[in-house]
T-cell receptor, first 113, second 117 residues
């Protein structure tokens, strides 16, 4: 069975600071992992995904994540936070053969000026 | 680029009423997923369809049903509505799952906010 744990329901950083959002997964099969961003009252937008191949994945808006099998982690990072990054971020793992997603509880990112 | 279209965007219903939510996937996407996101919660998978057949089922109540039509749009029918059904309902679509497998990217619509009063 697959599951996702996001550490920290709320993360606050200063503008220009490093963003680190943590995600650990549990999967009985090779995981396909995703990060989605959700702005208030909006849908979910894919930031990046890991399926196979290179373990460092680059996404949109300057975000990247590294798949670490030994640590069962897929943390999301961005070197320098921007005010527009304030949103809720969901880590997800693909479940079953049909690709539906299991989401973590989400991490709300606040960016202080 | 065309996105996933959901209608209506907002819906207010009374308890015990019925509601129908519609989803129009991205052209040439034949897989549709429905998710429910309660206030302050993560999205929960309800049901999915591939080529008009139900492909997987999650935590969808028996009071809910869904189908995918010949033009690939999907409808989620909700009956005997309860206060706890108030949530944001997302539809997502992806291209043939067998192309990308479990790694096929799902594109989400803006959601339908259902409020049951």
């Amino acid at each position: 069975a697959q599951s996702v744990t996001q550490l920290g329901s709320h993360v606050s950083v200063s503008e220009g600071a490093l963003v680190l959002l943590r995600c650990n997964y549990s999967s009985s099969v090779p995981p396909y992992l995703f990060w989605y961003v959700q702005y208030p009252n909006q849908g979910l937008q894919l930031l990046l995904k890991y399926t196979t191949g290179a373990t460092l994945v680059k996404g949109i808006n300057g975000f990247e994540a590294e798949f670490k099998k030994s640590e069962t982690s897929f943390h999301l990072t961005k070197p320098s936070a921007h005010m527009s990054d304030a949103a809720e971020y969901f880590c997800a793992v693909s479940r079953g053969s049909q690709g539906n997603l299991i989401f973590g509880k989400g991490t709300k990112l606040s960016v202080k000026p | 680029a065309a996105g996933v279209i959901q209608s209506p965007r907002h819906l207010i219903k009374e308890k015990r009423e019925t509601a129908t939510l519609k989803c129009y996937p991205i052209p040439r996407h034949d897989t549709v997923y429905w998710y429910q996101q309660g206030p302050g919660q993560d999205p929960q998978f309800l049901i999915s369809f591939y080529e008009k057949m139900q492909s997987d089922k999650g935590s969808i109540p028996d009071r809910f049903s869904a189908q995918q039509f010949s033009d690939y749009h999907s409808e989620l029918n909700m009956s005997s509505l309860e206060l706890g059904d108030s949530a944001l309902y997302f539809c997502a679509s992806s291209p043939s799952w067998w192309v990308g497998g479990r790694g096929a990217e799902a594109f989400f619509g803006q959601g339908t906010r259902l409020t049951v009063v």
